[in-house]
């Protein structure tokens, strides 16, 4: 079973928002699969789960065309993180989706001078 373009849009309203509540989304489940924090990077693998999932499972496989984090695949979606985390494992055990946990970074000074200028460089960039 496939929805169309036109019933993905029947789950928005432009005034009232969101018109299926999140936890409908997941089935009412709160505990991934797998393991996410936040600043795992997920991304397609090119594989299509073997059934039609929901347009959000669809919304999150387009976003995750790059290395893309759980916080931003959830800020997207305008849904809580914990279950964006669910559609995540969803399709992670689909094999849909590749997980990476973030690299562990070294501790650096909050005064060092390169960090300072290289946010400084960054926040140039935006402007």
Known sequence: ????????????DDEAGRLV????VSNGRTRPSAHFDLLTLV???GVRPPTYLGPDYDQ????????VSVAEVA???????VITK?????LVTHQALAMRSPRPV??????????????LHG?????
């Open 123 to 127: 926040l140039r960039k935006r402007i």
């Open 21 to 24: 509540r999140p936890y409908t």
């Open 60 to 67: 999150v496989l387009a976003l995750c065309d790059a290395p």
């Open 43 to 45: 991304i397609a693998t």
């Open 86 to 90: 669910v559609l995540l494992s969803d």
């Open 106 to 119: 070294e501790a650096a000074s909050p005064t060092d001078r390169n960090i300072l200028e290289a946010v």
């Open 1 to 12: 079973m496939n929805v169309s373009d036109a019933d993905d849009e029947s789950w928005l």
């Open 75 to 81: 800020a997207h979606l305008r849904l809580p993180a």
